[in-house]
Protein backbone atom coordinates (compact mmCIF):
# COMPACT_ATOMS: atom_id res chain seq x y z
CA UNK A 1 0.00 0.00 0.00
CA UNK A 2 2.85 2.49 1.27
CA UNK A 3 4.66 1.78 -2.44
CA UNK A 4 1.68 2.22 -4.54
CA UNK A 5 1.11 5.69 -2.84
CA UNK A 6 4.90 6.29 -3.80
CA UNK A 7 4.52 5.48 -6.93
CA UNK A 8 1.63 7.74 -7.28
CA UNK A 9 3.46 10.54 -5.96
CA UNK A 10 6.32 9.81 -8.23
CA UNK A 11 4.01 10.07 -11.28
CA UNK A 12 2.11 12.74 -10.23
CA UNK A 13 4.73 15.00 -8.50
CA UNK A 14 4.39 17.63 -10.07
CA UNK A 15 0.88 18.30 -10.41
CA UNK A 16 0.73 17.42 -6.12
CA UNK A 17 3.29 19.37 -5.82
CA UNK A 18 1.64 22.24 -7.65
CA UNK A 19 -1.60 22.11 -6.15
CA UNK A 20 0.04 22.51 -2.74
CA UNK A 21 2.33 25.71 -3.37
CA UNK A 22 -0.96 26.33 -5.90
CA UNK A 23 -2.80 26.39 -2.65
CA UNK A 24 -0.27 28.50 -0.25
CA UNK A 25 -0.21 30.96 -3.19
CA UNK A 26 -3.75 31.56 -2.71
CA UNK A 27 -3.62 31.14 0.72
CA UNK A 28 -1.23 34.34 1.07
CA UNK A 29 -3.24 36.02 -2.01
CA UNK A 30 -6.00 35.83 0.22
CA UNK A 31 -4.72 36.99 3.69
CA UNK A 32 -3.13 39.81 2.18
CA UNK A 33 -6.18 40.56 -0.09
CA UNK A 34 -8.21 40.77 3.26
CA UNK A 35 -5.76 41.83 5.35
CA UNK A 36 -5.35 45.28 3.53
CA UNK A 37 -9.31 45.26 2.64
CA UNK A 38 -10.69 44.97 6.06
CA UNK A 39 -7.63 46.34 8.34
CA UNK A 40 -6.37 49.10 6.27
CA UNK A 41 -9.63 49.88 4.54
CA UNK A 42 -7.74 49.73 1.28
CA UNK A 43 -9.39 49.92 -1.98
CA UNK A 44 -10.28 46.29 -3.37
CA UNK A 45 -8.70 46.81 -6.37
CA UNK A 46 -5.64 48.35 -4.45
CA UNK A 47 -5.85 45.60 -2.18
CA UNK A 48 -6.00 42.90 -5.50
CA UNK A 49 -3.01 44.64 -6.36
CA UNK A 50 -0.80 44.34 -3.22
CA UNK A 51 -2.14 40.35 -2.82
CA UNK A 52 -1.17 39.49 -6.30
CA UNK A 53 2.61 40.85 -6.12
CA UNK A 54 2.88 38.74 -2.49
CA UNK A 55 1.40 36.02 -4.38
CA UNK A 56 3.61 36.22 -7.88
CA UNK A 57 6.81 36.27 -6.00
CA UNK A 58 5.76 33.29 -3.77
CA UNK A 59 4.56 31.28 -6.69
CA UNK A 60 7.46 32.26 -8.76
CA UNK A 61 10.29 30.64 -6.40
CA UNK A 62 8.52 27.39 -5.37
CA UNK A 63 7.40 26.31 -9.05
CA UNK A 64 11.13 27.02 -10.49
CA UNK A 65 13.00 25.09 -7.14
CA UNK A 66 10.29 22.44 -6.07
CA UNK A 67 7.55 21.80 -8.91
CA UNK A 68 9.35 21.87 -11.96
CA UNK A 69 12.63 21.85 -11.02
CA UNK A 70 14.71 24.52 -13.37
CA UNK A 71 18.09 23.49 -13.27
CA UNK A 72 19.41 26.34 -15.28
CA UNK A 73 20.59 29.02 -12.65
CA UNK A 74 21.84 31.72 -15.38
CA UNK A 75 21.06 35.23 -14.80
CA UNK A 76 19.86 35.33 -18.40
CA UNK A 77 17.97 31.94 -18.31
CA UNK A 78 16.51 33.27 -14.96
CA UNK A 79 15.60 36.57 -16.30
CA UNK A 80 13.56 34.78 -18.91
CA UNK A 81 11.76 32.74 -16.49
CA UNK A 82 10.77 35.44 -15.00
CA UNK A 83 9.56 37.79 -17.23
CA UNK A 84 7.19 34.79 -18.25
CA UNK A 85 5.75 33.50 -15.10
CA UNK A 86 5.54 37.22 -14.86
CA UNK A 87 3.64 38.30 -17.83
CA UNK A 88 1.70 34.87 -17.63
CA UNK A 89 0.38 35.78 -14.27
CA UNK A 90 -0.26 39.56 -14.79
CA UNK A 91 -2.29 38.31 -17.73
CA UNK A 92 -3.96 36.21 -15.53
CA UNK A 93 -4.64 38.83 -12.70
CA UNK A 94 -6.16 41.03 -15.85
CA UNK A 95 -8.67 38.49 -16.16
CA UNK A 96 -9.12 38.52 -12.51
CA UNK A 97 -9.54 41.92 -12.03
CA UNK A 98 -11.84 42.49 -14.66
CA UNK A 99 -14.26 39.55 -13.39
CA UNK A 100 -13.87 41.21 -10.07
CA UNK A 101 -14.81 44.34 -11.07
CA UNK A 102 -17.64 43.03 -12.57
CA UNK A 103 -18.75 41.04 -9.93
CA UNK A 104 -18.68 43.75 -7.59
CA UNK A 105 -19.63 47.07 -9.26
CA UNK A 106 -22.23 45.77 -11.96
CA UNK A 107 -23.73 42.11 -10.46
CA UNK A 108 -23.29 44.35 -6.98
CA UNK A 109 -22.45 40.85 -5.43
CA UNK A 110 -19.60 40.29 -2.19
CA UNK A 111 -16.29 40.85 -2.64
CA UNK A 112 -15.19 38.21 -1.13
CA UNK A 113 -17.71 35.79 -2.77
CA UNK A 114 -16.71 36.65 -6.44
CA UNK A 115 -13.25 36.40 -5.47
CA UNK A 116 -13.30 32.76 -4.60
CA UNK A 117 -15.41 31.74 -7.61
CA UNK A 118 -12.63 33.28 -9.67
CA UNK A 119 -9.73 31.92 -7.69
CA UNK A 120 -10.86 28.40 -9.27
CA UNK A 121 -10.61 29.99 -13.00
CA UNK A 122 -7.54 31.39 -12.35
CA UNK A 123 -5.67 28.57 -10.55
CA UNK A 124 -6.39 26.55 -13.89
CA UNK A 125 -4.54 29.05 -16.11
CA UNK A 126 -2.05 29.36 -13.85
CA UNK A 127 -0.99 25.82 -14.23
CA UNK A 128 -1.28 25.78 -17.70
CA UNK A 129 1.38 28.79 -17.95
CA UNK A 130 3.67 27.79 -15.74
CA UNK A 131 3.98 24.50 -16.81
CA UNK A 132 4.68 26.22 -20.51
CA UNK A 133 7.24 28.65 -19.14
CA UNK A 134 9.76 26.23 -17.01
CA UNK A 135 9.27 23.15 -19.63
CA UNK A 136 10.24 25.53 -22.50
CA UNK A 137 13.17 26.58 -20.81
CA UNK A 138 14.34 23.12 -20.09
CA UNK A 139 14.05 21.95 -23.70
CA UNK A 140 15.69 25.40 -24.63
CA UNK A 141 18.80 24.11 -22.61
CA UNK A 142 18.83 20.63 -24.78
CA UNK A 143 18.61 21.75 -27.92
CA UNK A 144 22.26 22.16 -29.90
CA UNK A 145 22.82 24.36 -33.38
CA UNK A 146 22.75 28.02 -34.25
CA UNK A 147 20.03 28.15 -36.51
CA UNK A 148 17.34 26.33 -34.18
CA UNK A 149 18.09 28.38 -31.58
CA UNK A 150 17.86 31.61 -33.42
CA UNK A 151 14.46 29.67 -34.97
CA UNK A 152 13.01 29.47 -30.80
CA UNK A 153 14.68 32.86 -29.91
CA UNK A 154 12.14 34.55 -32.64
CA UNK A 155 9.26 31.81 -31.63
CA UNK A 156 9.55 33.60 -28.77
CA UNK A 157 10.82 36.84 -29.35
CA UNK A 158 6.82 38.01 -29.86
CA UNK A 159 5.32 36.10 -26.65
CA UNK A 160 8.24 38.01 -24.33
CA UNK A 161 7.42 41.30 -26.28
CA UNK A 162 3.87 40.95 -25.90
CA UNK A 163 4.02 39.90 -22.02
CA UNK A 164 6.37 43.17 -21.50
CA UNK A 165 3.66 44.88 -23.21
CA UNK A 166 0.94 43.56 -20.68
CA UNK A 167 3.21 44.78 -17.66
CA UNK A 168 3.86 47.78 -19.42
CA UNK A 169 0.17 49.10 -20.55
CA UNK A 170 -0.79 47.99 -16.60
CA UNK A 171 1.95 50.32 -15.03
CA UNK A 172 1.46 53.03 -17.20
CA UNK A 173 -2.03 53.13 -16.91
CA UNK A 174 -2.66 51.58 -13.52
CA UNK A 175 -3.55 55.25 -11.98
CA UNK A 176 -6.86 55.24 -14.49
CA UNK A 177 -7.84 52.21 -12.99
CA UNK A 178 -7.00 53.86 -9.04
CA UNK A 179 -8.74 57.18 -9.61
CA UNK A 180 -11.44 55.83 -11.91
CA UNK A 181 -10.85 56.93 -15.00
CA UNK A 182 -11.62 56.14 -18.61
CA UNK A 183 -9.33 56.91 -21.62
CA UNK A 184 -11.56 59.37 -22.93
CA UNK A 185 -10.48 63.03 -23.43
CA UNK A 186 -13.16 65.52 -22.41
CA UNK A 187 -13.15 67.42 -25.84
CA UNK A 188 -11.27 66.10 -29.02
CA UNK A 189 -12.19 62.30 -27.82
CA UNK A 190 -15.62 62.20 -26.66
CA UNK A 191 -16.88 65.10 -29.01
CA UNK A 192 -15.65 63.88 -32.44
CA UNK A 193 -13.52 60.61 -31.91
CA UNK A 194 -15.69 58.11 -29.97
CA UNK A 195 -18.60 59.97 -31.40
CA UNK A 196 -17.68 59.38 -35.25
CA UNK A 197 -16.20 55.72 -34.50
CA UNK A 198 -20.20 54.90 -33.32
CA UNK A 199 -21.53 56.61 -35.95
CA UNK A 200 -19.71 54.80 -38.49
CA UNK A 201 -20.53 51.42 -36.81
CA UNK A 202 -24.05 52.39 -37.11
CA UNK A 203 -24.16 53.74 -40.37
CA UNK A 204 -22.32 50.52 -42.00
CA UNK A 205 -24.49 48.54 -40.16
CA UNK A 206 -28.08 50.56 -41.67
CA UNK A 207 -25.78 49.43 -45.01
CA UNK A 208 -25.98 45.95 -44.08
CA UNK A 209 -28.91 45.40 -42.63
CA UNK A 210 -30.87 47.13 -45.89
CA UNK A 211 -29.14 45.41 -48.22
CA UNK A 212 -29.98 41.78 -46.41
CA UNK A 213 -33.54 42.79 -46.05
CA UNK A 214 -34.81 44.82 -48.63
CA UNK A 215 -32.12 43.87 -51.01
CA UNK A 216 -31.21 47.06 -51.76
CA UNK A 217 -27.43 49.04 -51.81
CA UNK A 218 -28.51 52.52 -50.16
CA UNK A 219 -25.58 54.42 -49.61
CA UNK A 220 -26.83 57.95 -47.38
CA UNK A 221 -24.11 60.47 -48.98
CA UNK A 222 -25.64 63.26 -46.30
CA UNK A 223 -26.71 63.63 -42.77
CA UNK A 224 -28.16 66.91 -41.70
CA UNK A 225 -27.86 65.55 -37.73
CA UNK A 226 -23.67 65.46 -38.50
CA UNK A 227 -22.94 69.12 -37.46
CA UNK A 228 -25.52 71.44 -39.44
CA UNK A 229 -25.74 69.29 -42.30
CA UNK A 230 -22.08 67.42 -43.59
CA UNK A 231 -21.25 65.28 -46.26
CA UNK A 232 -20.57 61.38 -44.26
CA UNK A 233 -18.18 60.14 -46.38
CA UNK A 234 -15.92 63.60 -45.99
CA UNK A 235 -16.55 62.93 -42.64
CA UNK A 236 -15.80 59.44 -41.55
CA UNK A 237 -12.96 60.13 -44.20
CA UNK A 238 -10.29 61.21 -41.55
CA UNK A 239 -11.70 59.36 -38.82
CA UNK A 240 -13.12 55.75 -39.81
CA UNK A 241 -12.56 55.31 -43.31
CA UNK A 242 -9.29 53.61 -44.13
CA UNK A 243 -8.41 52.52 -40.86
CA UNK A 244 -9.43 48.12 -40.98
CA UNK A 245 -9.47 47.87 -37.10
CA UNK A 246 -12.67 50.64 -37.17
CA UNK A 247 -14.51 47.74 -39.11
CA UNK A 248 -14.53 46.34 -35.45
CA UNK A 249 -17.02 48.97 -34.68
CA UNK A 250 -19.57 47.65 -37.13
CA UNK A 251 -19.38 44.39 -34.92
CA UNK A 252 -19.51 46.03 -31.58
CA UNK A 253 -22.88 46.87 -30.28
CA UNK A 254 -23.59 50.09 -29.14
CA UNK A 255 -23.58 49.49 -25.80
CA UNK A 256 -20.18 47.92 -25.58
CA UNK A 257 -18.45 50.26 -27.79
CA UNK A 258 -16.47 52.37 -25.18
CA UNK A 259 -14.86 48.79 -24.12
CA UNK A 260 -13.62 48.99 -28.29
CA UNK A 261 -12.26 52.44 -28.07
CA UNK A 262 -10.51 51.46 -25.09
CA UNK A 263 -9.38 48.38 -26.75
CA UNK A 264 -8.17 49.79 -30.24
CA UNK A 265 -5.99 52.42 -28.33
CA UNK A 266 -3.73 49.81 -26.47
CA UNK A 267 -4.33 47.52 -30.04
CA UNK A 268 -2.58 49.92 -31.94
CA UNK A 269 0.21 50.28 -29.68
CA UNK A 270 0.87 46.98 -29.84
CA UNK A 271 0.48 46.70 -33.61
CA UNK A 272 2.76 49.52 -33.73
CA UNK A 273 5.85 47.64 -31.87
CA UNK A 274 5.10 44.19 -34.17
CA UNK A 275 5.52 46.28 -36.89
CA UNK A 276 8.72 47.97 -35.47
CA UNK A 277 10.14 44.93 -34.68
CA UNK A 278 9.64 43.41 -37.85
CA UNK A 279 11.58 46.19 -39.59
CA UNK A 280 14.48 45.80 -36.96
CA UNK A 281 14.57 42.17 -38.00
CA UNK A 282 14.98 43.02 -41.44
CA UNK A 283 18.06 44.99 -40.94
CA UNK A 284 19.40 43.11 -39.31
CA UNK A 285 19.06 44.28 -35.84
CA UNK A 286 19.76 42.28 -33.08
CA UNK A 287 17.25 40.66 -30.63
CA UNK A 288 17.73 42.29 -27.22
CA UNK A 289 18.31 46.11 -29.36
CA UNK A 290 14.95 45.16 -31.34
CA UNK A 291 13.15 44.56 -27.67
CA UNK A 292 14.96 47.47 -26.30
CA UNK A 293 14.28 49.85 -29.26
CA UNK A 294 10.11 48.60 -29.65
CA UNK A 295 9.88 49.74 -26.55
CA UNK A 296 10.83 52.98 -26.82
CA UNK A 297 8.90 53.78 -30.12
CA UNK A 298 5.79 51.94 -28.40
CA UNK A 299 6.05 53.83 -25.20
CA UNK A 300 7.62 57.28 -26.55
CA UNK A 301 6.02 60.02 -24.95
CA UNK A 302 3.95 61.03 -27.90
CA UNK A 303 2.46 57.63 -27.91
CA UNK A 304 1.55 57.43 -24.10
CA UNK A 305 0.03 61.14 -24.63
CA UNK A 306 -1.25 61.16 -28.10
CA UNK A 307 -2.85 57.12 -27.11
CA UNK A 308 -5.59 59.35 -24.67
CA UNK A 309 -5.70 62.80 -26.31
CA UNK A 310 -5.91 62.05 -29.74
CA UNK A 311 -6.17 58.35 -30.74
CA UNK A 312 -5.98 58.32 -34.42
CA UNK A 313 -2.56 60.19 -33.97
CA UNK A 314 -1.46 57.17 -33.05
CA UNK A 315 -2.13 55.58 -36.69
CA UNK A 316 0.94 56.58 -37.96
CA UNK A 317 3.17 54.85 -35.62
CA UNK A 318 1.83 51.76 -37.21
CA UNK A 319 1.63 53.30 -40.79
CA UNK A 320 5.18 54.46 -40.93
CA UNK A 321 7.00 51.13 -39.61
CA UNK A 322 4.28 49.54 -42.71
CA UNK A 323 5.86 52.06 -45.00
CA UNK A 324 9.43 51.02 -44.66
CA UNK A 325 8.79 47.18 -44.70
CA UNK A 326 7.40 47.58 -48.03
CA UNK A 327 10.14 49.73 -49.13
CA UNK A 328 12.32 47.27 -48.39
CA UNK A 329 10.52 44.63 -50.13
CA UNK A 330 9.50 46.78 -53.14
CA UNK A 331 13.96 47.76 -53.36
Known amino acids: MFDKIINLYEKYKGIILYGIFGILTTVINFVLYFLFVNLFSVNYLISNCIAWIGAVIFAFYTNKIYVFESKNNELGNVFKEFILFT ?34 IVVILNYVFTKFVFKNNIQDIKIVGKKTEKRIWYKNYY ?39 VYFGKYIRSIIKNLLLNHQLIIPMWDLSVGFGQDILTSLNYYSIGDVLDILFVLTPIKFSSYMYVFLILFRMFLSGICFSLYCFKMKQSKYST ?18 RHPFFIKSNVIFTINFNLELKIF
Do not use: W
Open 87 to 120: GSRAFTFFIETLLLFLGVELLKLNNGIVKIAIAV
Open 159 to 197: LIYTIIFIIACFIIYLPFIFEGKSFFYNYDGVSQHYNSL
Open 291 to 308: LVGTLCYVFCGYVIFSSI
